[in-house]
């Protein structure tokens, strides 16, 4: 198995990472953060989601923050969007790429935004149709795909049900959640590889959260597979609301140290990522959940 010549990092600490914070972070510090990241040579920037503030308080600031962040050519900013609701105030801020999300298990959507899989799905349609009128690009997340919280084990079979709706919707390209951290690397083989025989490898993302320290190993899995997207969270930010114990994301320094040595090109400055985990973990008050962060301190 080869491994790819370039990975794309998508970036999703100040969207994932900062969801489930309950302590007040002023816009100043979250623009600083997606400023700090801009700087870092990432070209894509998840920074915030437009989803209904009483279900995900912290996000609540996500068009200000998108009108104060400075956007650099080239960069993708992007933001989670549920509904036509929130797609309409992502379209007020000239947000350019959306992400919709569903789930492999039905416990999870229910959970996550109060619908059934199919009716997430139902309710995706006129934002997909509103997006093409609009020249805006489309990604689309299916979570638990390795476990739900809920519901125990899930299969390749009901993830692909999913991501293929996904695709065929008109979604540029598929991240798999693993949101509770809980696969391994012969789960994530036999998942791509099931996933890979409909929907080309150039389509799928891995989005590895590290609650059971299996995320790194899990990527290289991913990538043995042919998979080149990954997303992470800067100082392994994050948690999701509705998945209770589940960890933040894979910290992007680790991610990014494991590719450095692997000699994968991502253009991503590994010094300029550290500073900025440093920056929102003094503003969080808190230490680096990257392992490379602390090893460098
Ligand atoms: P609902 O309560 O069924 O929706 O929630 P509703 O349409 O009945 O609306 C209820 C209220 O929310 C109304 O306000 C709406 O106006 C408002 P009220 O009349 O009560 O004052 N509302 C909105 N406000 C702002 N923006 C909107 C919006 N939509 C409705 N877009 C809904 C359904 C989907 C809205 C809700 O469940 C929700 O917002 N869920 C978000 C959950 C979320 O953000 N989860 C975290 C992200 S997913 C994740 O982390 C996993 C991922 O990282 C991958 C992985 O790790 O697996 C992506
Ligand atoms: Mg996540």
New binding site residues.
């Given amino acids: 198995m080869m491994l790819p010549e370039r990975v794309r990092l998508v970036e ?1 600490g100040p969207r ?1 990472g900062l ?1 489930n914070e309950t302590q007040p972070i002023s816009l100043e510090d979250k623009v600083r953060l997606v400023n700090d990241l801009t700087d870092t040579g990432l070209d894509y920037i998840e920074v915030g ?8 308080p912290q ?1 609540a600031g996500s068009s200000d923050l998108f009108l104060k962040i400075s956007k650099r050519a080239g960069i993708t900013y992007s933001a ?4 036509m ?2 797609f309409e ?1 992502a379209l007020n801020v000239g947000v350019k790429e959306i ?1 919709i ?1 569903a ?1 492999a298990s039905e416990s999870f959507s229910q959970r ?4 059934s899989i199919n009716e997430s799905l139902q309710r995706f349609k006129p934002v997909m149709e509103a997006a093409r009128q609009h020249g805006i690009s489309v990604r689309g ?5 390795l476990g739900c919280p809920y519901e125990g084990d899930i299969t390749p079979d009901q993830v692909l049900s999913v991501a293929r709706e996904l695709i065929d919707m008109g979604c540029r390209e598929i ?1 798999l ?3 509770i951290g809980i696969g391994t690397p012969g789960a994530v083989r036999t998942l791509i590889g099931k996933l890979s025989q409909e929907i080309p490898c150039d389509r799928l993302a891995v ?1 590895f ?1 590290d609650t059971y320290g299996q995320a790194l190993a899990n990527i290289y899995a991913a990538l043995l597979e042919g998979v080149s997207v990954v997303d992470s969270s800067v100082a392994g930010l994050g948690g ?4 209770t114990g ?1 960890s933040g ?1 894979v910290a992007t320094e680790d991610v990014l140290y494991m590719l450095n040595g692997l000699g994968i090109q991502t253009g991503v400055d590994l010094s300029r990522l550290i500073a900025a985990g440093q920056r929102i973990c003094e503003v969080l008050g808190r230490d680096t959940g990257s392992r490379v962060a602390k090893a460098f301190k």
């Fill in positions: 999703v994932d969801q989601s437009f989803v209904s503030p009483k279900w995900v996000m989670l969007t549920p509904n609701m929130g105030a992400a999300f789930a996550n935004i109060n619908c997340y299916v979570s638990c795909v991240s959640g693993d949101t989005h959260h999701c609301p509705y998945a589940a994301n």
